[in-house]
């Protein structure tokens, strides 16, 4: 599992950089730069072949949408996954107060 | 109990069921045959429910020992009362994301993306929300560019104009920890206020403190006196380099 997402990660990542590089050849561009232009333009359609290759591993991942609202938002996703942690717990500590509380009463009620 | 339920209702049973039609209600669909000791019960139901709710109520009516009294639920072993992150064994994941601080930017999950990540993605049209709600085409192979497709990528040779300069945009990256939240490199510097606690302002207050400028003036005035380079000292203090 973990490994089809390192996997992607990887292609991401070189996807990524090489579009960065491609940026750079644009901002400043000679005549010289074309054929490492053309190159890096089949670089790019050959990454976006490797990750549509991953997504055929990865059609069974479910992302939360409030995930993306985050990544949105510019903020770190790893908080609401803290958030969610949290909020759990929280609930769990009302449900058992709940539940303790009407344990004591029902053993008040007995005696 | 249920015996005089059941006798009150069979006393009845006699005097047959009351006619639909003398109470004001429509026929209602025919009952089926029902077993024995069910048609008192079912048999004698206040007619203002009608037959079809006689017939909906059978099957529950059937699993119930006594009439309104139900079966108890089925305990869970899995209550609220439980520890739920230690029965899913989530320790460790709570412990990593609650246990430590979590950074609030998106560049601290992804500090080898470049450009300009912690800006909202609806500002640039980069948003991963609108990807959902405008799913681009898809389905098409993608097939490398040949010669001809290539010659549409000619460029001119110089650089991009301003305005196009996006890529080589980062944010700055703030390396000193020591930093004060309220200087702004837009605003100017805050006035002091005697309510400060805040042990980098004391230590600004330090500095600007006018004694300890007077103070840092003389230490400046004695190191020149001191130093050869100074045009005072050649003639008035003794040297022990030099030669008499």
């Known amino acids: 599992m973990a490994e089809k997402f390192d996997n992607l990660e990887e292609h991401l990542e070189k996807f990524i950089e090489n579009i960065r590089q491609l940026g750079i050849i644009v901002s400043d561009f000679q005549p010289s730069s074309q054929a490492g232009l053309n190159q890096k333009l089949n670089f790019m359609i050959s990454g976006l072949q490797d990750i549509e290759k991953c997504r055929q591993q990865l059609h069974e991942i479910n992302v939360p949408l409030e995930v993306f609202e985050y990544i949105d938002q510019g903020r770190n996703p790893q908080l609401y996954t803290k958030e969610c942690l949290e909020r759990a717990l929280d609930r769990n500590e009302q449900v058992k107060g709940k539940i303790d509380t009407m344990t004591v009463r029902a053993l008040d009620q007995d005696h | ?244």
Do not use: W
């Open chain 2, 1 to 244: 109990m249920t015996e005089m339920f059941s006798t009150l209702f069979g006393q009845n049973e006699a005097q047959g069921p009351p006619g639909s039609s003398s109470l004001g209600f429509g026929a209602g669909k025919p009952q089926p045959p029902l077993p024995q000791n069910q048609v008192s019960m079912v048999g004698q139901l206040p007619p203002q429910l009608g037959d079809e709710g006689a017939a909906m109520r059978k099957p529950a009516a059937m699993n119930e020992p006594f009439y309104l009294l139900r079966e108890l639920p089925v305990g869970n072993e899995l209550t609220g009362n439980t520890n739920l992150i230690t029965h899913y064994n989530l320790e460790h994941a709570y412990n990593k994301f609650c246990g430590k601080k979590v950074k609030e930017k998106l560049s601290n999950f992804l500090p080898e993306l470049p450009g300009m990540i912690d800006c909202p993605g609806t500002q640039d049209g980069s948003s991963l929300r609108s990807l959902i709600d405008k799913p681009p085409v898809c389905g098409n192979s993608f097939s490398p560019l040949t010669g001809a497709l290539l010659t549409g990528f000619r460029l001119h040779t110089g650089p991009l104009p301003e305005q196009y300069r996006l890529m080589h945009i980062q944010p700055p990256k703030k390396k000193s920890k020591h930093k004060h939240k309220h200087h702004r490199p837009q605003d100017p510097l805050p006035q002091e206020t005697p309510s400060d606690s805040d042990p980098k302002k004391k230590k600004k207050k330090r500095d600007d403190d006018p004694d300890r400028k007077k103070k840092k003036k003389d230490k400046k005035k004695k190191k020149n006196r001191h130093s050869p380079d100074h045009p005072g000292l050649a003639g008035s203090q003794p040297n022990s380099n030099s030669l008499r």
